[in-house]
């Protein structure tokens, strides 16, 4: 669920799908039998305060009144499971109509309803996206939608405290387009939850009364997960849904200007305070807001109308944590604020997403993000955030250029080991190690470059030029005729040998304080604009190391082969 509504539920609950079945046997919210009606009622514990016979009497009758309503709202949706639809249907309407102080006989005439509603649309061949359309409903399946919404209305009215009943009513809100209406409801119903003011859904459903948990206790929790099953799936509606078309409508009518534009303003701030828990209702609210920046003159200042749409943007990052489409509108909105810093930031937690909603749930305009699934969509989004790190960087360049010239030389730039470490080890164990070692190597041998004997039984050993390795070679791997293959290897294998390696030699490490000295801020520069956050794939350390053993592999490969046309010419 989304985080304003997942705290205050009791258990975690799984998203479901919005399609049904092709033709729907009656919902029942627990698994049991549906024509077990041996169980007793359940009893509400009461004093009785009755001290006449009157009274007496009058309790008793109504006591009656309710038993015989129970047992034939049992008998109905027995019927209905064995498939007499229409006699149960006729029978449940009746009931209600005899009885409508009953939320008992109300709510079955309103599941009867709801199920009858949805057999009419898949016998009309109904799709999956124009599930609750009623530009393409036909008359009986509104006139059952608007029936359930009856019933259910006034069993909420009986049973303010029932959570089935209130997550039954909001469900029929949203069958009926009262999408703020059903908001409300469920919001209400959050309230019930949160106090643990919950009664029995045995009290005023047949179903749970049928097929319900032995246990009252049981009976509420899995009201509670049915509840938040039909929340999650309203929640999806709205993001998913409902809100791109209001949203197409309302970019429409922005880019008009005047009164349309304005009505569209408030719309979208209506929509972004309705469902809080929507990142599309979020960005739809700030995309409208800044309509009438574009407008502006080139000339204008336009920062204050900026920095209101930035407290929605900054809100909703904080809200949608993996959201790639509100990260990468938040961080374009820092970098036109000159917030440079806060805008790379924002840039690099978005490309540490792991696993970032599909940018097709959250994007505006709808359909903003390209791709054909949601892999692809992410690729495409986090190309957009690296092109902006580079425009992040090239205007960090030119303003140190725009400096005077004493100050570029300068190294203004250092960073604790200590906190290098820590933050990567957040992120990235492996660097965070690589770190560790390469800081190590450097306080033992005075340099970044080191290289690795080939040999797996030397585990990776580490040497600080190739004379060092070499001699190594020869001591401890004679087995393998290293003494013949100085001869043998092209002086382009370990001559300059660290030629290619872009060996970081303006780095320096002040052992006083185990600080990193960075290089020349414009050297730095230069740097980062080849960084891998930028678009340019860097290689990792990790398969840097495999590609250089796979290529001393192949050197090896190389030299058997000319050792074995030596011996060949010399036989």
Known sequence: LPSRFRPQIASSTQTLGLKPTATPPLPLPLCGNPANTSRASPRVSTASRATSPSALAMANHGAAEAASIRNEAREVLSLYSDGEHEAALARAVVLAAVHPGSAVALNL???????????ARNDRGAHGDDEDGDENASALEKYHRHAALDAFS???????????????????????????????????????????????????????????????????????????????RFAEKINHRILPLEAAKLLDASNLGGPAADEARERAKLLAETYPYSPRAQLLRAYIDLAPVRALDPAMDKKQLLRRALTTVSQAAVNFDLSLMVALFHAKLLFVLDNFDAAERECRRALRMETPNDPNWDDIPPMAALG??????????????????????????????????????????????????????????????TISDATRFLKNQESWSFWICLNSRCDGKKFSDTSSLWQHTCSKHRDELWGKLQS????????????????????????????????????????????????????????????????????????????????????
């Open 109 to 119: 005439a309103g599941l009867i309803h709801r199920h009858a509603a949805l057999v």
């Open 154 to 232: 006034a069993a909420a009215r009986l049973a303010p405290n029932c959570v089935v009943t209130n997550a039954d009513h909001a469900v029929a809100l949203v069958h009926c387009r009262r999408f703020e209406d059903a908001q409300k409801e469920f919001l209400r119903m959050l309230d019930t939850v949160a106090n643990n003011d919950q009664a029995d859904p045995a009290l005023y459903s047949v179903v749970y009364d049928m097929s319900g948990d032995s246990s009252m206790k049981g009976r509420k929790r899995d009201a509670v997960k049915s509840a938040s099953i039909a929340m999650e």
């Open 372 to 433: 054909a699934d949601s892999d692809a969509r992410v690729s495409y989004v986090k190309k957009q955030l690296r092109v902006l790190l580079k425009q992040i960087i090239v205007v960090a360049a030119l303003y140190w250029s725009s400096m005077k010239n004493a100050l570029q030389g300068q190294r203004v730039v250092s960073v604790t080991v200590d906190t290098l470490h820590a933050h990567y080890d957040g992120i990235d164990k492996s660097a965070a190690k």
């Open 488 to 571: 043998l290897i092209d002086p382009e294998y370990w001559e300059n040998t660290s030629q290619d390696d872009h060996s970081l030699v303006g780095i320096t490490l002040s052992r006083q304080s185990d600080t990193f000295l960075l290089p020349r801020v414009q050297d730095m520069f230069e740097s980062l604009l080849l960084s891998p956050s930028v678009g340019i794939q860097a290689e990792p350390f990790a398969e840097m190391r495999q590609r250089k053993c796979r290529e001393g592999s192949e050197i090896l490969g190389s030299i058997r082969e000319k050792l074995s046309f030596r011996s060949a010419v010399l036989e």
